[in-house]
């Protein structure tokens, strides 16, 4: 009896670290509407870190269930999806009118057909298909912080933050291949090569952060349409040899 109560109660642990998540989501909007576009961005990437968490625990001490799959995609939506999409649309794309609104809405609405075809479809675990919607969500709050370090006014690029919520939408619903981190694991044994460069990146992250963010999610939303060209390209070869 104790066993299985003990069992029942690690349930509990991933599906905290989702309600983690969710609050995240909720305050980054908040704070939105207070026009602290800063807090907002930093809660989304915090809850980026909670959502990473919650499924290695679950795997890490065998409590996945469905309730936790369902529930973890429910505070995805908020938290990457509706959160990012109103950061963006009061940060810059409110002065651009109805294309402004709509931009940030087509984000949410591809954001919530990319997780309901992550729940639907077996993954490998290698590769995503499509821009996961955390990463997504990522692109656009480092934009904003990116700016805030620069001390840049986004108003004079309205335009191009309104095409890349395009942009993004579009990945998300694609078919283009992302590598996946769900494999990573900071526990394993590695290569002293490979230890350098883990100090070197946090380095560079602990000296710029805001700029160090900005560059990792953009080269890992343009990685998918590459690779996605390099996949067809050597499919292409081996079929021909």
């Known amino acids: 009896m104790q066993k299985q109560n003990f069992k029942k109660s690690i349930y509990i642990l991933p599906n905290l670290f989702t309600s983690m998540n969710l609050f995240c989501g909720y305050y980054s909007i908040t704070a939105t509407i207070q026009l602290k576009f800063v807090d907002a961005a ?37 938290t990457f999806g509706l959160a990012p999409a109103l950061l963006m649309f009061l940060w810059v794309l409110e002065s651009i009118g109805r294309p402004g609104w709509s931009a940030a809405l087509l984000f949410t609405i591809c954001g919530a057909l990319r997780l309901a075809r992550f729940n639907t479809s077996k993954s490998s675990g290698i590769d995503f298909e499509g821009l996961p919607i955390p990463a ?10 990116f700016f805030y370090r620069l001390q840049i006014s986004p108003e004079s690029f309205k ?25 990573v694991s ?22 710029e952060p ?13 990685s998918g349409p590459i690779l996605s060209l390099l996949y067809h390209h050597t499919s292409k070869i081996e079929k021909a040899i």
């Open 159 to 183: 335009l191009i933050f309104m095409i890349l919520m395009f942009v993004l939408s579009f990945c998300m619903v694609s078919s283009f291949r992302y590598k996946s981190l769900k494999k």
């Open 136 to 145: 997504a969500a990522a692109m656009n709050v480092s934009a904003v912080l």
């Open 210 to 222: 805001y700029i160090f963010l900005f560059v990792v999610f953009s080269v890992y939303v343009v």
């Open 42 to 78: 930093v809660a989304i990437l915090i809850g980026a870190v909670f959502d990473l968490l919650d499924g290695k625990i679950a795997r890490a001490t065998n409590t996945t269930s469905k309730f936790g799959v369902e529930y973890d995609s429910l505070a995805d939506l908020i």
């Open 186 to 207: 900071f526990f394993k044994s590695m290569k002293f090569n490979k230890l350098v460069m883990l100090v070197l990146v946090f380095v560079a992250f602990a000296t």
